[in-house]
Nanobody, 126 residues
């Protein structure tokens, strides 16, 4: 069992930066690949970024590639999402997710998530 708790959301102006953190509980945290998803009002949840269990591989959605950086620290059971050059369309609730490392891919979003966090709101003003 893994519990995930996000933090770091807030209000930021367009062009600004924000870093989200996700703290995981449980010794098995480091065995999972991790991802960030987001859900804007009235829209479906969408994939943003993923990282392999050891942090050696990352994959990004085209909408955030070049602006967001996902990283993890297995010693601290944390995964982060550094968001730069934020746009109003990045406004959403951001969710941390853990999934089976066997399903990590460098060119596709994970299809099956084992654990979700509760989400943190990010609002980008124009």
């Amino acid at each position: 069992q893994v519990q995930l708790v996000e933090s770091g959301g807030g209000l930021v102006q367009a062009g600004g930066s924000l870093t989200l953190s996700c703290a995981g509980s449980g010794r098995s945290f480091r065995t999972y690949a991790m991802a960030w998803f987001r859900q804007a009002p009235g829209k479906e949840r969408e994939f943003a970024a993923a990282i392999s269990w050891n942090g050696g591989r990352t994959y990004y959605a085209d909408s955030v590639k070049g602006r967001f950086i996902i990283s993890r620290d297995n010693a601290k059971n944390t995964v982060s999402l550094q968001m730069n050059s934020l746009k109003p369309e990045d406004t959403a609730v951001y969710y941390c997710a853990a999934f089976d490392s066997a399903y990590y891919s460098d060119n596709a979003a994970p299809r099956r998530i084992n654990y979700w966090g509760q989400g943190t709101q990010v609002t980008v003003s124009s």
